[in-house]
């Protein structure tokens, strides 16, 4: 089983409206809830696709309950710390005339210690049967640990496999406990590499060098249009999968996310699961809820994914 944990979890409302104004009552044309928080995000692709998932982090409140529902529908376990607060809401406004997007985000979690040692508690336990755990996002405001460096250390510690989906602060103490995978943008890259990551060939060498630092593999998305693979021996340019219309983007990235955790739980060459997550991508770049997709999707672009050897 893949297990997900969530820190700071969330779910995702989006917005479609006809042309965004301020200090007017705008009327919706279309409007669906999505998931949110990367690692969640993961298990929700993964239910779809039928791939066994536990989700387990922090949530409070009724958007808790509205989150975990979520997440049965589509299959996923469940096994919650509830804390103080609220799990958020994000709120996506598509203006479908300028082709513009926005997130209104809330940070609403109130973690105190003893949730933490809860944490901990179940998921020492849920490791017993993980096949690959995924994990990353923010951290609530106020949980003052990186919680990300213990989730991956004590994974790492049982040979499990980690595929890690963080920024900012949290990510470079993260990578000292050698999670397997981390999948940067280019500027979560460039704060890494403490330089701008500008070409492919920046992007190479930046995580050419965490790969011989920290033995972890990075997969960095470049943009609209491209992600590269650094592998232990192989690398590959990987141009996104052509769809008839860009929906929304809210998501994508974790539809990659997913395909790696894929392929770390299977043991499968992370081709696999690249192939996969590529896939994933690009089917929820074609429907309006956050990291959503469906199965029919993703089987159709999977044959179409090119993975270009690099170097």
Same mark, same amino acid.
Request: no cysteine; proline share 5%.
């Given at each position: 089983m893949i297990l997900t944990v969530t820190p700071n979890t969330a779910i995702d409302w989006t917005i &479609?409206?006809?042309h965004f104004v301020w200090n007017e009552t705008l009327r919706a044309s279309q409007n669906v809830w999505g998931m949110g928080g990367k690692p969640a995000d993961a298990s929700w692709v993964?239910?779809?696709?039928?791939?066994?998932? #536990?989700?387990m982090?922090?949530?409070?409140?009724?958007?808790? #309950?509205? =989150?975990?529902?979520?997440?049965? &529908?589509?299959g996923v376990k469940t096994d919650f710390v509830q804390v103080?607060?609220? *799990?958020?809401? @994000?709120?996506?406004?598509? @203006?479908?005339?300028?082709?513009?997007?926005?997130?209104?985000?809330? @940070? *609403? &979690?109130?973690?105190?210690?003893?949730?933490?040692?809860?944490?901990?508690?179940?998921y020492e336990a849920a490791l017993d049967k993980a096949s690959a755990v995924i994990t990353g996002g923010s951290l609530p405001r106020s949980l003052e640990k990186n919680i990300l460096v213990d989730l991956v250390r004590m994974a790492r510690e049982r040979d499990i496999p980690v595929a890690l989906d963080t920024s900012g602060k949290y990510l470079l103490p993260a990578l000292e406990a050698h999670?397997?995978?981390? #999948?940067?943008?280019?500027?979560?890259?460039?704060?890494? %590499?403490?330089?701008?990551?500008?070409?492919?060939? @920046?992007? !190479?060498?930046a995580a050419h060098n965490i790969l011989t630092k920290y033995g972890t593999e990075v997969i960095v998305t470049l943009g609209a249009a491209d992600a590269l693979a650094v592998l232990k021996?192989?690398? !590959?340019?990987?141009? =996104?999968? #052509?769809?008839?219309?860009?929906?929304?983007?809210?998501?994508?990235?974790d539809g990659i996310l %997913?395909?790696?955790? !894929?392929?770390?739980?299977?043991?499968?060459? =992370?081709?696999?699961?690249?192939?996969?997550?590529?896939a994933a991508a690009g089917a929820i770049i074609m429907t309006l809820g956050t990291a959503d997709c469906h199965k029919a999707d993703v089987e159709k672009l999977l044959p179409t994914i090119q993975l270009i050897p690099y170097k």
């Open positions: &479609l409206v006809q993964l239910g779809e696709l039928g791939i066994s998932t #536990k989700a982090g922090f949530s409070a409140g009724i958007t808790a #309950k509205k =989150m975990e529902e979520l997440l049965h &529908l589509k103080e607060g609220e *799990t958020r809401v @994000d709120v996506h406004i598509i @203006d479908e005339q300028n082709h513009g997007q926005s997130t209104l985000v809330v @940070d *609403t &979690l109130l973690v105190k210690p003893a949730h933490i040692q809860e944490l901990f508690k179940k999670p397997n995978v981390i #999948k940067p943008n280019r500027m979560e890259l460039s704060t890494i %590499a403490g330089k701008p990551v500008i070409t492919v060939e @920046d992007a !190479y060498h021996d192989r690398s !590959y340019l990987i141009p =996104m999968p #052509k769809v008839d219309k860009v929906v929304s983007t809210a998501g994508a990235g %997913a395909g790696i955790g !894929y392929a770390l739980a299977q043991r499968k060459p =992370m081709e696999e699961g690249l192939k996969l997550g590529f």
